[in-house]
């Protein structure tokens, strides 16, 4: 509750409204008090004076009223009839629905056929109906203004009974005989009191504008007595002639509603537990850069891509999570480079680190190069950057139900795909798909093209993934645990898939898992990542037969064999550190059974032969002795 | 498609015959004697005996109902006593101005705030984004008819741009070009609020849309970010959005009565105010229950625009 009203406090312009509302409310109590002229005496001799007129601060109205007087005790009945329609709405509503929400069944049915039934209305219908049958006059504008809003109220208030109904605490207090009155009364009603109160708090101002309105139309309070709507319904014949008396009441409806708005926006969001992390931001283009240091725009390199000490972090509020701190590797064409992982490592904030995709805010690249060609690409320019995403790197990602457009066909992602980078007619982009998706072995693919991606199994959309990837014949593929989400058998031909195409297409491809399994079958060289570093480095089967590192060893002793005996299979124990707090030294060090003082005392570095590397000081095998 | 239609209208049956009975049970609840009320000063007993003969109001109320609900299924919805007019005639000439105002102020309310929400959450925390959302939050806030007033005093008035109040000019009027002189103000005034509301509900759904992967996807593939916004996203984006517009219209037409009032508009929300303040109930009941049912109806559309857009939709 606490950290609540924190938010709501830190929330500026709900403060504002808060403090707005507050002055007006106040003001509204104290106008008994208030040293005002009679708001009803009339004098037709003084009509129509302008503001700042002699003992009229705010003028006259057509009959000669004080109209500040009128104001403060218009306010006054205006926010009292405005919450007293809240109130009156937030009871019967909360009894209506709880008593659907807590019975159930017909009772729940044939109460709710008759609040969907009130909601058919535009509101102002049933409001009219209602004031039409009761008359004209104040209190059967609340009435009606009350009535219409019940729905809303009944709504939100039978889903959270319903949700309540079921839980243990009620279902004890059934068994230990209360009567259904007394755990409606002692176990429901306490739980949906909060849930009343901020609703009513959200539609308060519109109650407000509502009564304000039936007054404005004749329908609301009845002269001599007036609310702000009737102050300036009645104003309105003399809008043009003496605007003053329309104007004043206006601008107080609109300061009241604005202030409450305003106080309902930052109480909802202080509420919303997504807005409260910073989540519901949306990403940018590209990812943000900051480097401190510039590396040179372009180099000469030895891979066609490769990436130099690359530095990627998230900023949230004020910590800094160190997604990757300082990755270098780099693939050759027709090679794959295997980058493994627990979830966490950072080996997918480091693939789409490369093109500018990872999501950002919070993402932010913080040093470091991703050089194509020697080209760096970290630095380049958004429509550069556009232009090379697709067409010379692509990504293939993982669960392709959500990395696919739900609303477009699987065809025209494809032809999207291709047209985004050169012009090509719709019959030949057609063509093309089509051949794409026969290329990834996806029968009948004439058919196939028009159909959604909810239409496909999970193993034909990956392929669609895969394909989409293909369109514009890349030099590079990052495959971001592209079988993760697939059944075995479906994973072993994707990965043959993407092998075959590797050998025909000459591709280099990086390939994301947290699977070594995987990595034996595709990979030529693998790179362990742990806590956003490299640990180990090496080609494939030297790492598998000797890992250095006791981290890699372990993963690998993760792996489950065929027909290797009872082998004992072992989780490593613990979990990745958080990034946010990352220790001195080697990060996997509180979950290694080698560890020693001297590992976390300072940076190790990764040391090794070129292709063969290692950051740990006491390796599993040193490298020396492996390579004589 | 058709067979989706078609349930979606069979369904609406029940719904339109409940609000006949809600808006036959609240009339019912009239204090007092209606006779009494139309005869005003002529009301001897034998003049409200015969009213009431007239009305069938001498009937048990089960009974008045089903010949109500049976003289409207053929087209008869009474004869209102204020204008001494079939209130059909009233009613469908004044929908029909209703309709023009509300439809133009639906319209604009929908693509300005889908568009004034779509910027805003492409550019969150920038600059249009914060000047969006100060607009915004007046547009929801100002009650539509000080709005109305403010602008006659302003827009016609002060700079005699547009005419003050009415839907044609008296003399010379009554072609397109006077309609939309006519029709601007009104029809501005009508939809801020709704545009607030549809701007509002376009970001939030936006911003939501904008995180999911699939945009990711599209910018992976190369697609320029005027296409993943205007495209991708705004796609998705409508799935959640429309279902709103649809809500968002009954509150245009709510509205209307307002403005109606406000700009002299011969609307039927006008009407129903007049019907209301003398006590014309038959013209109230009828003005009501035929809205309510073009209200269900227009919701039926959306649901069906909805299906036709999202093709998870099993229709």
Redesign the interface.
């Known amino acids: 509750m606490s950290a609540f009203f924190k938010l709501l406090a830190r929330n500026r312009m709900a403060l504002g409204g808060l403090v707005v509302m507050g002055l007006v409310v106040v003001l509204a109590l104290i106008t008994p008090l208030l040293p005002l002229i009679d708001p009803d005496v009339t004098n037709t001799a003084d009509r129509f004076q302008p503001p700042f007129s002699p003992g009229h601060l705010l003028g006259t109205d057509q009959l000669g009223r004080d109209l500040l007087s009128r104001l403060l005790w218009g306010t006054r009945l205006s926010l009292a009839v405005g919450f007293a329609a809240a109130l009156f709405a937030a009871v019967a509503g909360a009894a209506v629905g709880i008593i659907a929400g807590f019975y159930g069944g017909r009772t729940d049915n044939v109460i709710m056929r008759g609040v969907d039934m009130l909601m058919a209305f535009p509101y102002i219908l049933l409001a009219l109906a209602i004031v039409a049958a009761l008359g004209p006059g104040l209190v059967n504008a609340l009435i009606a203004v009350s009535v219409v809003n019940i729905p809303f109220f009944a709504r939100n208030i039978r889903g959270i009974t319903v949700g309540l109904a079921h839980k243990e605490f009620v279902d004890a207090a059934k068994l230990a005989g209360m009567s259904n009155r007394r755990i409606i009364l002692s176990e429901i009603l306490p739980n949906v009191i909060p849930v009343i109160v901020i609703a009513m708090s959200t539609t308060i101002g519109w109650m407000i504008l509502e009564t304000a309105g039936l007054s404005f139309l004749g329908l609301g309070s009845q002269p001599p007595q007036a609310d702000l709507g009737s102050m300036l319904g009645e104003a309105r014949s003399a809008l043009i002639t003496n605007p003053h008396t329309s104007v004043i009441p206006g601008i107080m409806i609109l300061i009241i509603v604005m202030s409450i708005n305003l106080l309902g926006d930052g109480v909802r969001d202080a509420l919303d537990p997504r807005l409260k992390s910073g989540a519901l931001s949306r990403p940018m283009a590209a990812t943000r850069v900051d480097r401190k240091d510039k590396p040179a725009a372009r180099t000469q390199t030895e891979g066609l891509l490769s990436l130099e000490n690359l530095h990627t972090q998230f900023h949230v509020k004020n910590r800094v999570y160190k997604a990757v701190s300082g990755v270098s590797l780099s693939v050759k064409p027709g090679e794959c480079l295997g980058v493994i992982g627990e979830s966490g490592s950072g080996k997918s904030v480091t693939a789409l680190s490369i093109m500018g995709l990872v999501a950002s805010p919070p993402g932010v690249i913080t040093g470091g190069a991703a050089r194509l060609e020697g080209r760096d690409m970290i630095g380049a320019p958004y429509p550069e950057l556009r232009s090379l995403r697709g067409r010379r790197v692509a990504y293939i990602f993982q669960d392709p139900l959500a990395t696919l457009h739900p609303l477009y066909k699987v065809g025209d992602q494809l032809i999207e795909a291709i047209s985004c980078h050169r012009a090509i007619s719709k019959s030949d982009g057609r063509a093309k798909a089509i051949d794409l998706l026969r290329s990834v072995r996806i029968p009948n693919a004439e058919e196939r093209i028009d159909s959604y991606p909810h239409e496909m199994s999970g193993g034909m959309r990956q392929r669609v993934g895969i394909a989409m990837a293909l369109a514009n014949d890349p030099d590079v593929i990052i495959a971001d645990e592209p079988t993760t989400a697939l059944d075995v058998t479906v994973q072993a031909q994707i990965l043959s898939l993407l092998n075959d195409l590797r050998r025909e297409r000459g591709l280099a491809i990086i390939f994301i898992t947290h699977d070594f399994g995987v990595v034996a079958q595709l990979c030529d060289r693998v790179a362990v990542m742990y806590a956003g570093r490299i640990v180990e480095t090496g080609p494939t089967m030297a790492v598998l037969d000797a890992p250095a590192h006791p981290y890699t060893a372990r993963l690998i002793a993760c792996v489950p064999e065929l027909g290797a005996g009872k082998r004992k299979l072992e989780a490593i124990p613990g979990l990745p550190p958080s990034v946010d707090e990352l220790p001195m030294g080697c990060a996997f060090a509180p979950r290694c059974l080698r560890a020693q003082e001297a590992c976390q005392q300072g940076e190790i570095a990764l040391a090794g032969e070129d292709t063969r590397a290692v950051r740990c000081l006491f390796p599993e095998t040193t490298l020396a002795e492996e390579t004589a | 498609m058709g067979g989706y239609i078609l349930k979606r209208l069979l369904l609406a049956i029940p719904?339109i015959f409940?609000?006949t009975v809600?808006?036959f049970l609240?009339?019912?609840?009239?204090?007092g004697d209606p006779a009494t009320a139309i005869l005003g000063s002529y009301a001897t007993p034998d003049n409200v005996a015969k009213i009431n003969r007239d009305l069938g109001l001498d009937k048990p109320l089960v009974t008045r109902y089903f010949i109500w609900l049976w003289n409207m299924l053929h087209g008869d919805f009474g004869t209102s006593f204020s204008l001494n007019r079939p209130v059909i005639d009233e009613v469908l000439e004044r929908f029909n101005n209703t309709l023009i105002l509300a439809g133009t102020s639906f319209v604009m309310c929908t693509v300005l705030g889908i568009i004034a929400g779509s910027i805003s959450?492409?550019r969150?925390?920038g600059f249009a984004d914060k000047a969006i959302t100060f607009v915004v939050?007046?547009g929801?806030?100002?009650?539509s008819?000080?709005l109305g007033?403010?602008m006659?005093?302003f827009f016609a008035?002060d700079l005699r741009w547009l005419p003050?109040s009415g839907m044609y000019a008296i003399y010379g009027g009554g072609d397109l070009p006077d309609l939309i002189r006519h029709l601007t103000m009104p029809a501005l005034a009508l939809a801020v609020v709704a545009t607030g509301v549809v701007a509002r509900l376009s970001r939030s759904a936006?911003?939501?849309v904008?995180?999911?992967?699939?945009?990711?996807?599209?910018?992976?593939?190369?697609?320029?970010?005027g296409?993943?916004i205007w495209g991708?996203a705004l796609?998705?984006a409508m799935?959640s959005i429309i279902p709103v517009l649809g809500i968002q219209?009954?509150?245009v037409?709510?509205?209307a009565?307002?403005i109606e009032?406000?700009f002299q508009w011969p609307g039927i929300?006008r009407m129903?105010?007049d019907?209301?303040?003398q006590?014309d109930?038959l013209l109230?009941?009828g003005g009501?229950v035929f809205?309510?049912a073009c209200?269900?109806i227009f919701?039926i559309i959306v649901d069906v625009a909805q299906s036709l857009?999202?093709?998870?939709i099993k229709t």
């Open positions: 719904v409940g609000i809600i808006v609240i009339m019912a609840m009239i204090p959450a492409a969150q925390y939050l007046l929801i806030s100002i009650p008819f000080f007033m403010m006659i005093l008035v003050v936006m911003l939501e904008l995180r999911q992967d699939f945009i990711r996807t599209a910018r992976a593939k190369g697609v320029g970010e296409r993943v991708h796609r998705a799935v219209a009954g509150f037409l709510s509205g009565v307002y009032i406000v929300g129903l105010v019907a209301i303040l006590r109930i109230v009941q009501v809205v309510a209200y269900v919701n857009l999202d093709p998870r």
